[in-house]
């Protein structure tokens, strides 16, 4: 990987491309620095401080700590990101909206357009529950109804402006720019979880126990991190054979090739849907006031914040962890059973005369397909259950509260997966050596059309 970067530094439109998107993040960060008008900082902390739960760690990493500091990108890029899974879902379930998905380059420029609009609303809607919400409960200095149409305002175009920085970096930098955009949130809050680890296990020990105690904690994140690259990167393959046929005097078809099906088919969204639907009902309640008590609302509560799953001294906790990994495995066949049509790859092999060797075309292969799919959803969903359960295991038995999880690690593994991956199809397409070099040599800055 880090030769990969150096010969990428060393072709002059990619250099450009990296430092164009450096400079795009500087920005991400300075801007998650800047404190919204009209806030009290001092409430803002006391009440993140106040949480015993986990319930605002899911917004700590995902915003870089914008929200907690409650700054002008508060809102990060969650409201971009949920547009985006709603409007993939509707594009299934609303026939327009797989029209224009189906129309190419045209119809997936109005579906961005559409899910632009959808970001807006979500955001201006988002703010405004907390500048109202909190803003009664002393985040405002002065609360009318200026300081909240400010807030509102600025919460907004916080959000909005950080869509625009994920696309032009998509544009002109490298990689896909929302995703870089929360790569580098989530990375900014690594430090700080990293010293909570050293305060709470290292620091003050004895000289044996604190290298027992960091020697534990990099085998477990080694560990983790490569069981994530592995779960990333697995993939089952399909044999698919075309058959020959003969135009004129030329044969064609008759060539190999095969159907890459990723392990983990629905990536990182059956944790996030689970994760939020838990927690979602705890920041409700935090918002209002209520969940501390110690009736069966309370409990219920108490059993849905991850805190205390894995808890020694209270088990009966724990069943909300069951209930997270059925909703994890569910989300995982949802998702997958809507972004994955069976049928079609079916139908479109059949056209092009394809077929799997073994299998005849038509309803045998939907069926074969279907049967692989979802063994391979449910190996994926167990990778993820393992991964994102390890952080509650260790926060339930030793009480390592960090905001970097299970779902923060998937999410930097495939970000700079992918982002190596585009960088590395740059770099083989600017040294491709072909006919329109005169010379014979390597075109290290040779454009070919781009």
Same mark, same amino acid.
Not at 118 to 142: F, K, M, P, Y
Not at 214 to 227: D, G, H, P, Q, R
Not at 240 to 269: D, E
Not at 354 to 361: A, K
């Given at each position: ?8 530094? @060393? ?8 430092? /164009? ?24 902390? !006391?009440?993140? +401080? ?17 929200? *907690? ?18 409007? @993939?879902?509707?594009?299934?379930? %609303?026939?327009?909206? +797989? ?15 559409? *899910? ?9 809607? !988002? ?9 009664? @409960?002393? =985040? ?23 869509? #625009?920085?994920? +696309? ?43 290298? =027992? ?16 690259? %592995? ?24 060539? &190999? ?33 209520? $969940? ?16 205390? #799953? ?7 906790? &724990? ?13 995982? /066949? ?18 092009? $005369? ?20 979802? /063994?391979? %959803? ?13 952080? /509650? ?9 960090? &905001? ?7 999410? %930097? ?10 960088? +590395? &199809? ?25």
């Amino acid at each position: 990987m880090l030769q990969s970067v150096r010969r990428a530094f @060393q072709i002059e439109d990619i250099r450009r491309r990296i430092l /164009y998107t450096f400079a795009m993040l500087i920005v991400v960060r300075l801007g998650s620095q800047l404190p919204t008008p009209g806030v009290d900082p001092t409430f803002i902390q !006391e009440f993140f +401080e106040s949480q015993t739960g986990d319930a605002f760690n899911f917004f700590e990493a995902f915003t870089g700590g914008s929200f *907690t500091n409650f700054s002008v990108f508060a809102l990060s890029i969650t409201p971009y990101i949920t547009s985006s899974i709603i409007m @993939q879902l509707l594009s299934i379930a %609303i026939p327009k909206l +797989e029209e224009m998905r189906k129309e190419g380059e045209e119809g997936r420029k109005k579906i961005a357009a559409i *899910t632009r609009y959808v970001t807006v609303g979500l955001a201006l809607i !988002e703010s405004t529950a907390l500048a109202v919400g909190l803003g009664r @409960q002393g =985040l405002l200095e002065d609360y009318n109804f200026v300081n909240c149409a400010i807030v509102v305002c600025t919460l907004t175009a916080g959000s909005a402006f950080l869509m #625009w920085i994920g +696309e032009r970096i998509t544009e002109n930098g490298v990689g896909n720019g929302i995703s870089i955009v929360l790569l580098i949130n989530i990375l900014s809050r690594v430090p700080s979880d990293f010293t909570t680890l050293y305060e709470q296990f290292i620091a003050g020990k004895k000289i044996a126990q604190a290298g =027992l105690a960091a020697a534990v904690i990099l085998i477990v994140l080694l560990v983790v991190t490569v069981f994530v690259v %592995i779960l990333q990167s697995g993939e089952r393959r399909i044999a698919v054979q075309y058959s020959k046929k003969v135009q004129g005097r030329k044969m064609y078809g008759g060539q &190999s090739t095969h159907i890459p099906l990723r392990v983990n088919t629905a990536g990182v969204i059956p944790v996030i849907f689970s994760s939020s639907l838990m927690q979602t009902p705890i920041v409700i309640a935090s918002f209002v006031g209520a $969940g501390d008590g110690t009736g069966i609302g309370s409990q219920i509560l108490a059993g849905m914040n991850s805190n205390n #799953w894995c808890d020694p001294d209270r088990p009966i906790y &724990s069943i909300g962890l069951v209930v997270y990994i059925l909703l994890t495995i569910f989300f995982a /066949y949802f998702y997958t059973s809507i972004t994955f049509n069976p049928m079609e790859i079916a139908n479109n092999m059949k056209k092009s $005369g394809g077929f799997i060797p073994g299998i005849r075309p038509g309803k045998p292969t939907v069926e074969y397909l279907q049967k692989i799919l979802n /063994y391979i %959803i449910f190996i994926g969903a167990c990778g993820l259950i393992i991964v994102q359960v390890i952080p /509650y295991f260790f926060n339930g038995v030793f009480g390592a509260n960090v &905001s970097f999880g299970g779902t923060s690690l998937i999410i %930097i593994v495939g970000v700079v997966l992918d982002t190596i991956k585009k960088i +590395e &199809s740059q770099m083989l397409v600017r040294n491709y050596t072909g006919f329109l070099n005169n010379k014979g040599s390597n075109m290290t800055n040779s454009f070919l059309g781009y």
